[in-house]
């Protein structure tokens, strides 16, 4: 008997249209199926001896007398392939074998799902989109700053062939600050950015006295643009408490902080970090030594070329 060609619009539910609404009695081996289902097509061909349980859209089984008869989904090969829609791929565990000369995009299972490649080497690469990014800025790459600053960058031994601490003690009794600078990667949006901080005490603090906020503003400059400017506007972390010496305390993200400036592509920012001891929550009544910051950018391109 030749092979058949079935045109459908669903893909299960047995009503009129539907792949499983076709009889199996009258389906043999290798018959192709179309699914048009809005923007999405999917293909199919008819395996007479699969009896894989139904797993919509991958397998699907006729509703009447399949017998071990299942529709397969298959992928398309072609040498030019245009989508003026969404293109969805299913989730799966790993790339098929590796053929030479030949590369392979798949999403991984993973929560949330990744998308992947491999090349014909057989190495998978997660793919880099847009989006989140973090850049870590240890205390050890900021500095006091000339006017009001904090302590000087510390070594502080817990104990011998165990981790130093390199922090910046910032005072219970006012406000003082530390600098850095980044040259922002070209993919950054130029919008808003947030912060987490990392910081530690070294105890003795009155009992209960143990909140502690930081907080962080930005600027940025272009070629030929004066650095002599304000910075933006600070935002502060929600205040944490911190009861123990030598424990590792962070914050939650800051709410979004501007960069003052007119941010452009390539600029180098200017951001100053203080410990608001102004703010209600902020009682630790010694030094809070800080360890490092998240910042979190936004990109809108893979990479910086």
Sequence with gaps: MANKF????????????????LDGTDLVDLDAGFVQLFQTVYFYTLDDNSGAGESSPTVISPDANAGTKRWVLQSVNATNLTAEG????????????????YGQIWVDLATPNILMFTDDADTDFAVEVAGKNTIWIPASAMRPTTSNGCAAITD?????????????????????????????????????????????????????????????????????????????TAVAMTAVDGATAEDLYSSAETSAVTIAGTPAAGDV?????????????????????????????????????
């Design 86 to 101: 969404v293109i969805q791929l299913k989730e799966r565990a790993e790339a098929d074998s590796n053929i030479a000369a």
């Design 156 to 232: 502080v031994e817990t104990t011998a062939g165990r981790p130093d601490m390199q922090t910046l003690d910032f005072d219970a009794a006012a406000d003082t600050h530390a600098q850095f600078q980044i040259a922002m990667p070209k993919s950054w949006d130029e919008g808003t950015v947030t912060a987490q901080f990392f910081w530690k005490h070294a105890g003795g603090q009155t009992g209960g006295l143990d909140g502690v906020a930081f907080a962080i503003q930005g600027v940025a400059a272009s070629s030929d643009d004066t650095i002599d400017v304000a910075y933006g």
């Design 269 to 305: 920012c200017f951001f100053r970090v203080l410990r608001d001891v102004s703010d209600a929550g902020d009682d630790l009544d010694i030094d809070a030594g800080l360890i490092g910051i998240k910042l979190f950018i936004t990109t809108n391109a893979g990479n910086d070329t």
């Design 6 to 21: 079935y045109p459908a619009v669903a893909l299960t539910g047995g009503g009129t249209g539907a792949l499983d609404k």
